[in-house]
């Protein structure tokens, strides 16, 4: 059977990484303090920790922190079967300055099926063509909704500061703590998309 070959731009950190999970434990164990994913109501994580933190918050971003981030629960098994049914996957991230080869080195370690080639790093991620953007960031998703339109297919984990573009969302579901919900989610959509009927394993010849 022939199935479309969709082109799907996934973002890394809170997507395929567990970016908090780590960044959060640096500050809490520093800062003596108990922030979790469900206390940041908005992309600006800075005002929710301790005043005197505030400006150095965004320091926890080295490159041995990217390298050392765990991969997010459905993520790897959802590419892998992307890939193997031939869809184009493409990583588009974001880097601080000085992190871009740790997140290439993650990338190939976490997902050894992915080339360099397939990992773009890029803040104007709506300058990027898809069929569909999976991203955390309200700025991005945004931005992304006003280039490309209602064309555009866009899925995100539910995120508590990502709420306010549910509505620019195609999916928005699952969880910090359960985000194998919305991979499934994802990967049911990507399967109407394709034409492939969900409970089919794609052609691997």
Not at 152 to 176: M, Q
């Amino acid at each position: 059977m022939n199935y479309k070959k969709l082109t799907i731009l996934v973002d890394m950190d809170s997507i395929v990484a567990n970016l908090q999970e780590k960044w959060f434990a640096a500050y809490n164990e520093e800062w003596d303090d108990n922030l979790t994913p469900d206390d940041v109501l908005s992309w600006s994580t800075h005002l929710y920790v301790k005043p005197e933190c505030r400006k150095k918050l965004y320091g926890y971003f080295t490159p041995e922190l990217f390298r050392s981030l765990n991969p997010i629960d459905g993520a790897v098994k959802t590419i892998r079967k992307w890939k193997v049914a031939g869809h184009e996957v493409v990583f588009v991230t974001a880097t601080p300055w000085g992190c871009a080869d740790s997140k290439y080195e993650w990338a190939r370690e976490h997902f050894p099926f992915l080339t360099n080639h397939e990992v773009i790093m890029a803040h104007k991620k709506y300058l990027i063509s898809g069929d569909i953007l999976i991203d955390d960031s309200p700025g991005n998703i945004t931005a992304y909704r006003a280039r490309h339109g209602k064309s555009a297919k866009i899925f995100t984990i539910a995120y508590p500061y990502n709420k306010e573009v549910e509505h620019l969302c195609d999916i928005r579901t699952g969880s910090w703590d359960n985000p194998v919900v919305a991979w499934e989610a994802f990967d049911k959509v990507v399967g109407d998309l394709s034409g492939r009927v969900s409970n089919e394993q794609p052609e691997t010849d």
